[in-house]
């Protein structure tokens, strides 16, 4: 079946823009994650949704981040005000419950110039 | 709070030989433990998980991992590699039902299997 799907693969932007970043989770799962790969700091975790309860945003490094999750589907991750040092990998996963295996989709790369 | 360590940031071998990548966590409640390997310019695949059960877990492409509570290890190993193996592996711990199930990753071990 369907992976996770995530758009843009790959993102330029100039300092200061907004963007957005989009995952399409497996159909059925009911939690969806968001992880950023950095260079220096490796994988972490950003944010998490399960069903309708309130998200996890332990993870947003400031308050120029924020995601949704529309109708238990689809996400959006937005970044305002991009600095050089959100450039990254952000990967979407998705879990069919919140305690099992993530499956993960293939990133969008985000330049920030 | 829960961390993962992996013991080694690069790992070179021949092909056709062993390899252990080792990997150690940090939690005082029960965890659920997984490998993720990522090629180059691609998201994350499972490799193998523990949630419960037998210690020893096999996972996808000959590789398995022995879970020791005591020693607080979950080292990936496979007996003969490949050429194809040659990737960065991800250990990462999800700590019990009511933290959510996000995952802490270790820093990546980068394997890389030579001719």
């Known amino acids: 079946g369907a992976g996770v799907s995530q758009s843009p693969s790959n993102k330029v932007t100039e300092k200061g823009k907004d963007v957005e970043l989009r995952c399409d989770p497996i159909?059925?799962?009911?939690?969806l994650y968001w992880y950023r790969q950095s260079l220096g700091q490796g994988l972490e975790f950003l944010i998490y949704f399960q069903g309708n309860s309130a998200p996890d945003k332990s993870g947003l490094p400031s308050d120029r981040f924020s995601a949704e999750r529309t109708g238990g589907s689809v996400s959006t991750l937005t970044i305002q005000r991009t600095q050089q040092e959100d450039s990254a990998v952000y990967l979407c996963?998705?879990?069919?419950?919140?305690?099992?295996?993530?499956?993960f989709g293939p990133g969008t790369r985000l330049t920030v110039t | 709070a829960q961390s993962v360590t992996q013991l080694d940031s690069q790992v070179p071998v021949f092909e056709e030989a062993p390899v252990e990548l080792r990997c150690n966590y940090s939690?005082?409640?029960?965890?659920?433990l997984f490998w993720y390997v990522q090629y180059p310019n691609q998201g994350l695949q499972l490799l193998l998980k523990y949630l419960s059960g037998s210690t020893l877990v096999k996972g996808i492409n000959g590789f398995e991992a022995e879970f020791n509570k005591s020693q607080t290890s979950f080292h990936l190993r496979k007996p003969s590699v490949h050429i194809s193996d040659t990737a960065e592996y991800f250990c990462?711990?999800?700590?019990?039902?009511?933290?959510?199930?996000?995952?802490?990753f270790g820093q990546g071990t980068e394997l890389s299997v030579k001719p």
């Open positions: 990462a711990v999800s700590v019990g039902n009511n933290q959510g199930g996000k995952l802490i």
């Open positions: 159909s059925g799962h009911t939690a």
């Open positions: 996963a998705s879990s069919l419950t919140r305690s099992k295996e993530q499956y």
């Open positions: 939690s005082s409640v029960s965890v659920y």
